[in-house]
């Protein structure tokens, strides 16, 4: 049921998902990735206080787990309870504070409740602890907790740092929000002919925020629409707040307003 109610969530069979995750906690009313799989199916059909409900089941089963409280503050930001969301974050980051795989989520929301002062102050601290760490996915949270509002970030020639040293890994947006526009394209070109293959839906994005910084504005509305395409078809990304966020704001910058059409 487990991997059955997992392939249904990501075919966007979120009613058979449900009905899998159901059956499988029937059998096992403490399994907790149950509880967070039905959840996730709840939400992305519209189901949101259910998938609250599941949600706390499952921090109920295991409080320490950080999926289950982003499911929850998922399922709140869809009822539009941000502080509820807000809340579920602070509340695990309290029991566990470098909790690293958090971080970027909860900036997501503090950007997203328009909590800039928090956010501000949240960076510096992440950057203040952790300037000198050499363990890299302590790095990469870092990285993607900083760009998700660059305006707020007082320090990009240590999160550049900090970028050289994750290597390829969110270097291109980081160039990106730092502005160095020319080099993030370099970057993200030389990354392709070395790995192959194409664009996903996150270089699609980032590729128009780069051609938008540097003057390209026909270009960038190409590949932000490209972009947003291929988030609309991969159901797995329809609950993803960051994609939520930078598609809202990469969109007011990037695509014409009434009076330029």
């Known amino acids: ?4 109610a997992w392939a249904n969530i990501k075919t ?7 009905a899998d995750c159901s059956e499988a906690i029937r059998l096992n009313p403490k399994w907790f990735w149950g509880y967070v799989r039905r959840s996730r199916a709840y939400h992305l059909s519209g189901r949101h206080r259910e ?3 599941d949600a706390k089941k499952a921090i109920d089963i295991d409080p320490a787990s950080k999926r289950a409280y982003e499911r929850l503050a998922v399922a709140h930001i869809a009822l539009g309870q941000l502080e509820a969301a807000r809340q579920a974050y602070h509340e695990r980051l309290k029991i566990e504070p470098d909790h690293f795989s958090l971080w970027p989520g909860y900036c997501d929301l503090l950007v997203l409740n328009h909590d800039l002062g928090e956010y501000r102050r949240f960076c510096r601290a992440l950057l ?3 300037a000198e760490t050499k363990k890299p996915a302590v790095v990469r949270a870092i990285l993607k907790s900083v760009i998700v509002a660059p305006d707020a970030v007082e320090d990009w020639a240590t999160v550049i740092r900090l970028a050289e040293l994750a290597g390829e890994t969110g270097h291109v947006a980081v160039l990106a929000r730092a502005g160095t526009f020319d080099q993030a394209i370099e970057f ?4 392709i002919a070395r790995k192959g293959g194409e664009p996903n839906a996150w270089n699609y994005l980032w590729l128009a925020m780069i051609e938008h910084g540097r003057g390209n504005q026909s270009k960038a509305r190409e590949l932000l629409r490209e972009g947003i395409k291929r988030i609309d078809g991969d159901p797995t990304l329809q609950d993803n707040l960051r994609l939520k966020l930078w598609r809202q704001e990469f969109a007011a910058l990037i695509e014409p307003k009434p009076e330029e059409e």
Do not use: K, M, T
């Open 12 to 18: 966007g069979n979120y009613e058979q998902a449900i």
């Open 1 to 4: 049921y487990a991997e059955r």
């Open 128 to 130: 203040e602890r952790h």
């Open 188 to 191: 993200h070109n030389a990354l």
């Open 51 to 53: 998938a609250v409900r």
